[in-house]
């Protein structure tokens, strides 16, 4: 029995700094995807949303926040939380539900408003919370990422040139992408110039974080026939595993790894899409496209690795070849990336999602990757959160 | 009147000045290392065990990676005034084969380390608190 379903529909709101309620992208993401997919809102039997953590109540039940917005139908609802990976987590909740038969077509939907300002811990002394010890310390986000950045220039001979190069890459290709939030195209000087905040990576290094929506509508393959959508592409593999004892990283927001003194020390990152390409029957040879979290420029590369679209060390050579821009021979974040979105938690993980089914129905014009077959998306986050979908014609 | 020197977090690290290790448990079981100490349950999924025993991590190790915060962080860190940036460093202990992250000692730049480079552990000022001095553990190069 395949275990594949059909994305019938996809929609986002874009991207920005709009300072509006949540609940408002969320339900315009859900109303592009329904007219997209041609499923009326009253037929949709679950709905499943990511949540967000910045919106109060509304949020934590972001499912039937939405449910309701869009005006209560009677069907199920289910929400799903998992920082980066919760859009990922809401898709398998609604693949379980449709693969086991009890509902043939869903809305998967995920939004979120920033706050303003720093999130910091909360206040007092509390040594027992790790993420209150390492900003005590003077440890914060951009320092995890700035070290397996400088690990990549120290061990793989990477540059800042390449982390640049990165950059632009995902400007000129969020340019094209009328959800992006940022479109304007950069040079090497304007990145040269930008900022140092935690050396090696500058500021144009670094993603934002954004306002936004996405929302999918998924079915079983016989509900996608039935309504005249039987080539639809489909979603192969959903990978939400958790890190393996010891975990080889030092993550956020911890301050020393898990000993490999009597186990010895995996990667989480490599482990989130090799069970996508296991449950897909894949292999990372078959890879038309890949949209992955990019963090941080330096990270798309070690992304490029853990997906095994080069060698470990290698993703550079990739870069400089200009194999990972559109036109090349394995695209990556063909959608603009984090550059260019910002990260919007809940609904990110949704928007990998819908750049893949663009890109399968060769509709993602001015960024189209040509004779794209089979797509694969990978996001990491914290407390062992990480995802990966896998999305063929 | 001098201030009096406390550590920053305690019961961490020991306070020798002059030799100072991080304070972490190993599981009494299977033998893995934990820091901050753990004293519940194994993390190690093939161990059942909750019995560990305190240990002195090792105080020396190579560097994994290494930055800096060129920017003041938010709160609860408290920062000079003017905010002096720092280097951080990851750095791998060999026996109990973790990596343990810290600031580096004051007037040591990113330009002044390297991957693999060995790096021992020392007490600083993390902050000045009314008279006492907080200390923190630092790495410094060998
Ligand atoms: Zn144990």
Known sequence: MSQDIAILGVGMHPWGKWGRNFVEYGVAAARVALKDAGVAWKDIQFVSGAATMRCGYPGYVAGATFAQALGWNGCEVNTSYAACASGSQALAAARTKILSGQCDVALVIGADTTPKGFLAPAKGYRPEDPDWVRFYIGITNPTYFALYARRRIDVYGDTLEDFAAVKLKNAEHGSHNPNARYRKLFTREDVAASPMVADPLRLMDICATSDGGAAIIVSSLEYAKKIGKGNAPRIAAISTVTPAFANELVEMPDIATDSAAVVDARSFRAAVPAKAYEEAGVSPRDISLAEVYDLSTALELDWIEDLQLAPRGEAAKLLRAGDTRVGGRIPVNASGGLACFGEAVPAQALAQVCELTWQLRGQAEGRQVAHAKVGITANQGLFGHGSSVIVKK | ?142
């Open chain 2, 1 to 142: 009147m001098s201030k009096t020197t406390v550590p920053a977090i305690a019961g961490w690290y020991t306070m020798d000045a002059g030799n100072p290790h991080l304070i972490g448990t190993r599981c009494k079981e299977c033998g893995s290392y934990f820091f901050p100490k753990l004293t519940t349950y194994c993390r190690n999924p093939a161990c059942d065990s909750d019995e560990f025993e305190e240990v002195q991590l090792s105080n020396r190790g190579h560097v994994w990676s290494y930055t800096n915060a060129s920017y003041k962080p938010p709160e609860p860190f408290i920062a000079a005034d003017p905010f002096v940036p720092y280097a951080i460093a990851a750095v791998r202990l060999d026996h109990e084969k973790m990596i343990v992250l810290g600031q580096v000692v004051e007037g040591i730049g990113v330009e002044n380390l390297k991957v693999g480079q060995e790096m021992r552990l020392v007490l600083e000022t993390l902050h000045e608190d009314g008279d006492q001095t907080k200390v923190i553990w630092k790495w410094k190069p060998v």
